[in-house]
């Protein structure tokens, strides 16, 4: 395993065995990382055409104001609490089929950062799931996790249960891409 980095025209230069098939891994700040494999060859040169997806990063329009959805602790499952909040997201994309929605997902400060941080992309999905479910396109909705990282209440260790289920929630976000 080796790393790299680019000249000024893009390029980089491996010299390796001719028998052996290897592959390159292109990364770059604001672009997704794609490997590229390369076969096995007799000799000679190789040129590899790294094409890069640039990351496409939404910008929030406006929060889709709902009572809040709340999570049991440790758990992912939509409540039925929730399921009467996911159906007005459902009927407001109805109604406007441009809409473009982004569901942000998350825990309290109980358990570690990474654990924290699957839950509440299991959030997310379970979320994002229910709406697709319901007849929305797709690639109309999308959610992330974010663990503990953005509580809505700060209380550090000192949480009650009640600051604790706070935020344990997702909240809903129009976006334009």
């Known amino acids: 395993i080796e790393t790299r ?23 770059v700040d604001g672009y997704e990382t794609n490997s590229f494999p390369i076969a096995k060859t007799d000799g000679g040169k190789v040129t590899v055409m790294a094409d890069l997806k640039p990351i496409e990063v939404p910008v929030i329009v406006r929060q889709i104001v ?13 409540t039925e609490q929730a399921i009467v909040e996911l159906d007005k ?9 441009e809409m473009v ?7 309290d400060n109980r358990g ?35 663990g503990e990282s953005e509580p809505k209440v700060d209380c550090g260790d000192d949480c009650t249960d009640e600051q604790h289920a706070e935020n344990r929630r997702i909240d809903f976000f129009v976006v334009k891409k």
């Open 5 to 27: 980095t680019v000249g000024a025209d893009g390029k980089v230069s491996y010299a390796v065995e001719c028998d052996k098939a290897y592959v390159v891994q292109a990364s």
């Open 89 to 97: 997201v459902v009927a407001e994309m109805t109604e406007d089929t």
């Open 66 to 78: 709902l009572n809040p959805i709340f999570f049991e602790y440790d758990k992912s499952a939509i």
């Open 112 to 146: 570690d950062d990474k654990y924290n941080m699957r839950l509440s992309n299991r959030r997310a999905k379970a979320a994002v799931k229910y709406i697709i479910a319901k007849g929305i396109e797709k690639d109309r909705i999308s959610g992330e996790g974010f």
């Open 101 to 107: 929605v982004m569901v942000k997902a998350h825990t």
